[in-house]
């Protein structure tokens, strides 16, 4: 079975930074993606930001220049650091991992991030 569990989320003000981490834990295999997701209320879970099957990062256009997706391969971690924040990227943040070689995918809890003055 495999885990992830995330951490770092909080109430920032507008401008401000925070760096969420999530962790794997367990029958991992081989990874074929890993990445962040989030869903505000009353919208649908989007990408936030992913490393690709190709080793390639991906964001989505909101976010581009402001996050930055980073992992450290010993520690089956990665980590999305959060500059600038807006009140728009309030969401609960969640952690996906797509993992071969049946490319089952695996979600984290969670971790709520707000952005308010």
């Known amino acids: 079975q495999v885990q992830l569990v995330e951490s770092g989320g909080g109430l920032v003000q507008p401008g401000g930074s925070l760096r969420l981490s999530c962790a794997a834990s367990g029958s991992i295999g081989s990874m074929h993606s890993m990445g962040w997701y989030r869903q505000a209320p009353g919208k649908q879970r989007e990408l936030v930001a992913a490393?690709?099957?190709?080793?390639?990062?991906t964001y989505t256009n909101s976010t581009k220049g402001r996050f930055t997706i980073s992992r450290d391969n010993a520690k089956n971690t990665i980590y999305l650091q959060m500059n600038n924040l807006k009140p728009e990227d309030t969401a609960v943040y969640y952690c996906?991992?797509?993992?071969?070689?049946?490319?089952?995918?695996?979600w984290g809890q969670g971790t709520q991030v707000t952005v308010s003055s």
């Open positions: 996906r991992l797509t993992a071969r070689p049946f490319f089952n995918v695996y």
């Open positions: 490393f690709t099957s190709g080793g390639t990062t």
